[in-house]
């Protein structure tokens, strides 16, 4: 449902237009140093409105701490943080009601709900409630900062490319040409990871991972090291050479993962991000009022690559996968101080 993880468990909720959105987290050890300006850095790198391409819709996205914080430390409790949502234009979405918008949950969440969901923006099932996931993010990675390698856990995803394009300005004006809207790669890359991480059979790393990483709206792919080009190469070619006792290898085509489990190497994948489904192109839909066909535009503020504001949230999902899988073998270390000791 809306809950994921067993030791380090996130339940989101809320709506695009509904007062806020939020995260609850479970299972954040006692003492973990935790302030405002830990999450801004990240907050910003989601927003909309900051780079060419991005919905012109802005929100403050300060978080509020409703429980589970005291004195700017983990007290061991729930974390629950709230953002809220003040620059909505629901009337947007209120005026093409007996529209579904073609590529959007809308038809599929009115047949679900029998018409009682918040339709405003998507409802439930828009990216905005994804502020929350890089909050819990920016926590789990604050858990694996002291990891085993030199600077802890070090999680980084960038965009490879946009429309087919590796140069991304190129990508991105094919779509603002054509006065569409555009998909894009994007790959992330784990470093500093212990061996050993992962519980096959269905908790391998790649399933854990995979199933995060979909929850993300808009993602239609996920490929692990090689991925779909291994299909195309010998085994021996594939194969990756261990050279010592870290486990670290020759090559990395299995992308640091093997048999489910973590092997010291850098995790590496990628994610395919469908195009924004929110276009200004004529489509042809279905009136459920009337049940006829009828050419329909999308109105409202949208991205015009949703790509743009996806590495920091895989950022996010990855690291709140990889913080469970720390606490279930205990590696996560308790690096500050305890109460009432300074830190150094």
């Known amino acids: 449902m809306n809950s994921f993880g067993r030791l380090f468990r996130v339940h989101i909720f809320g709506e695009s237009h509904g007062e806020s959105v939020g995260i609850n987290i479970d299972g954040c050890p006692a003492g973990l140093p935790l302030v405002l300006e830990d999450f801004l850095p990240d907050l910003e790198r989601r927003k909309g409105g900051i780079q060419k391409g991005t919905t012109p819709r802005k929100e403050d996205d300060l978080p509020i701490f409703r429980s589970g914080v005291f004195q700017q430390r983990a007290t061991g ?66 858990l694996m900062s002291g990891g085993v390698a030199d600077g802890g856990v070090q999680i980084k995803a960038n965009i490879l490319e946009i429309g087919g394009e590796t140069d991304l300005e190129k990508g991105l004006q094919r779509a603002i040409d054509a006065k569409d809207s555009i998909g894009g790669i994007v790959e992330c890359r784990v ?70 489990i973590t092997n010291g190497n850098e995790i590496v994948f990628r994610i395919a991000i469908k195009p924004t489904s929110s276009t200004p192109k004529e489509q042809l839909t279905l009136n459920w009022e009337t049940e006829q066909l009828e050419n329909f535009s999308v109105k409202g503020r949208h991205d015009l690559c949703v790509a743009l504001r996806a590495p920091v949230i895989l950022e996010a999902v990855t690291a709140i996968v990889l913080a469970d899988l720390f606490l279930l073998e205990q590696h996560i270390p308790r690096i500050w101080p305890e109460a009432g000791q300074k830190e150094s």
């Open 77 to 142: 409790a729930p974390i629950t943080i709230l953002f809220e949502n003040n620059n909505t234009r629901s009337g947007d979405y209120e005026k093409q009601r007996a529209v579904p918008r073609p590529g959007h949950a809308d038809f599929v969440a009115h047949q679900k709900f029998g018409g009682f969901e918040d339709y405003r923006g998507g409802g439930a099932f828009s990216a905005r409630l994804t502020v929350g996931l890089v909050a819990a993010g920016v926590i789990a990675k604050k």
């Open 191 to 260: 470093s500093g990871l212990p061996v050993g991480l992962g519980e096959p059979f269905f908790d391998s790393v790649e399933s854990l991972l995979a199933h995060a990483v979909f929850a993300i709206p808009a993602v239609r792919g996920v490929e692990f090291g090689r991925g779909f080009a291994a299909a195309r190469m010998f085994g021996s070619q594939h194969n990756d050479a261990i050279e010592d006792m870290t486990g670290h290898t020759r090559t990395n085509h299995a992308g640091g993962v093997v048999g489910g």
